[in-house]
């Protein structure tokens, strides 16, 4: 391994050691370093075996964040999770970061907290507000349904 090589290693172990990464944001910026082709390859390779890259990590860590901090739901959750290039196994395992009961109570939360925001006289206006807004924040149609339908 030359020394340009180890030098983009040691950086590389930061970038990564600093959050969790996913492959392709290392590819990125072993880029920007000037670091492409078999030598990204090569960096990449170590730092998996040196445990600083791990994608199924970087899946649960992204989901579970996102679920408890932002309020996510599960669609957008994947979805961001596929533009990152995540897919198959390492997203299924991310996905079950997300306990059933916690789901739909943080869903009920969420509606809740938005309900008592609106000024509206009108049910059904407020109810569709509450439908886009759930639906903007990831979550299926068939269980806002069912929330909004237990609250009423």
Known sequence: ??????????KAAMFCAYQERTQQEVRD?????????????????????????????????????KFRVKGWGRRK?????????????????????IA?????????????????SLRDDNPLVIRQKLVRYAMSKGYESDLIFAVLGSED
């Open 1 to 10: 391994m030359t020394d340009t090589l180890k030098d983009a290693l040691r």
């Open 100 to 116: 059933p009961d916690d789901y739909r109570e943080t869903l009920a939360d969420l509606l809740d907290k938005k309900r008592r």
């Open 29 to 65: 910026r072993l880029k920007e370093w000037g670091v492409w082709g078999d030598d990204a390859e090569e960096v990449i390779a170590k730092l998996i075996q040196q445990n600083y890259l791990n994608e199924e990590r970087f899946a649960k860590s992204f989901a579970g964040g």
């Open 77 to 97: 959750i994947k979805q961001h999770l596929q533009q990152r290039g995540i897919t198959g196994y390492n997203l299924d395992q991310a996905m079950k970061e």
